[in-house]
């Protein structure tokens, strides 16, 4: 039996997925250019690192599933994902201004 959950999609649905997870990975990616300072590459770094590299992963897996759409959509994992991505952008967003001076991420902020 299928679960009401796994779906195919319409292209209006998978237009606004793949835009709020373009919006998702580019968070990520603003977060880890804060984080790329040569001179705090510690362990710190490397956590936020992989926890954002997870999230970009899964952000991969979702966009093959949607090049396929052959019914194996779930919204259940999405929806989970969409509450995993948001914490971890939101913890890794608030430990980079507390590593970073203010000017620092201001300068990031421009590129």
Same mark, same amino acid.
């Given at each position: 039996?299928?679960?009401?959950?796994? =779906?195919?999609?319409?292209?209006?649905?998978?237009?606004?997925?793949?835009?709020?997870?373009?919006?998702i990975e580019l968070r990520a990616i603003h977060i880890?250019?804060?984080?790329?300072?040569?001179?705090?590459?510690?362990?710190?770094?490397?956590?936020?690192?992989?926890?954002?590299?997870?999230? =970009?992963?899964?952000i991969r897996d979702f966009r093959v599933l949607l090049?396929?759409?052959?019914?194996?959509?779930?919204?259940?994992?999405?929806?989970?994902?969409?509450?995993?991505?948001?914490?971890?952008?939101?913890?890794?967003? =608030?430990?980079?201004?507390?590593?970073?001076?203010?000017?620092?991420?201001?300068? =990031?902020?421009?590129?």
């Open positions: 039996m299928v679960s009401p959950s796994v =779906q195919i999609l319409t292209t209006e649905q998978m237009i606004e997925i793949l835009n709020r997870l373009e919006d880890l250019g804060i984080f790329r300072d040569p001179l705090k590459i510690d362990e710190a770094f490397c956590s936020y690192s992989n926890m954002l590299l997870e999230v =970009q992963i899964q090049s396929k759409n052959n019914g194996h959509w779930n919204s259940d994992i999405y929806q989970k994902f969409l509450a995993y991505s948001s914490n971890t952008l939101n913890h890794c967003n =608030q430990a980079a201004s507390r590593m970073y001076p203010p000017m620092y991420r201001q300068q =990031q902020r421009q590129f």
